[in-house]
């Protein structure tokens, strides 16, 4: 069965560059969630969107943004990249926002700034 | 002191052992996950629970919504059950997961 699917796996920026994280839900999932893991922290909540609109908002820096796309997927934009922003970052999917739907991880995009 | 407790913090178990972790909360709560992480990072879901008990192969999860409280049972545990277990809850009202810091688990053949 289909996952969900994070682009790309790995990532190697420098300091004060740009990235772009994709993450592609299962189909027919309306919800994606966006979680940051530090080294050896435990996943922090950054945003979520519902039917291509913000749902949720965490503790997303201001030089971060996101958005949903018609077809679902959402992307995480990132600037003016810091040595702290290295981490794991994870999507999550689920059909609908409502509590008690299963949520569907992507394997996540490891990010390494430099 | 954080939302979500778990414990052990780290565990070691010889194969076959049954096994017990552990997941306290002090929030309010719509849902409680049980996940899996496995080195290299990727999260599997394994459990979503808001009562009762389920069960799946080796695996059992349970709730107390009264006492807030959740524990993960694997029996017969094997080496590939080697992961970091993570308990997560969904807040009343909220989409957000709050974490728990997780229990890392070792079995030994």
């Known amino acids: 069965a289909a996952g969900v699917i994070q682009s790309p796996r790995h990532l190697i920026k420098e300091k004060r560059e740009t990235a772009t994280l994709k993450c592609y839900p299962i189909p027919r999932h309306d919800t994606v969630y966006w979680y940051q893991q530090g080294p050896g922290q435990d996943p922090q909540f950054l945003i979520s969107f519902y039917e291509k609109m913000q749902s949720d908002k965490g503790s997303i820096p201001d030089r971060f943004s996101a958005q949903q796309f018609s077809d679902y997927h959402s992307e995480l934009n990132m600037s003016s990249l810091e040595l702290g922003d290295s981490a794991l970052y994870f999507c999550?999917?689920?059909?609908?926002?409502?509590?008690?739907?299963?949520?569907?991880f992507g394997n996540g995009t490891r990010l390494t700034v430099t | 002191k954080n939302e979500v407790e778990q414990s052990p913090q780290n565990l070691t178990a010889q194969e076959g052992e049954f096994i017990t972790i552990n997941c306290s909360y002090s929030?309010?709560?719509?849902?409680l996950h049980w996940l899996q992480q496995h080195p290299g990072g990727g999260i599997v879901s394994l459990f979503m629970?808001?009562?009762g008990k389920k069960k799946h192969g080796r695996l059992i999860a349970t709730i107390n919504i009264q006492e807030k409280h959740s524990s993960l049972h694997i029996t017969a545990s094997h080496p590939r059950d080697s992961a970091v277990y993570i308990c997560a809850v969904r807040k009343g009202g909220s989409e957000k997961l709050v974490f728990g810091k997780g229990t890392k688990l070792t079995v030994n053949p």
């Open positions: 999550a999917s689920s059909f609908g926002p409502l509590p008690w739907s299963p949520l569907h």
């Open positions: 929030v309010g709560i719509s849902a």
């Open positions: 629970l808001s009562s």
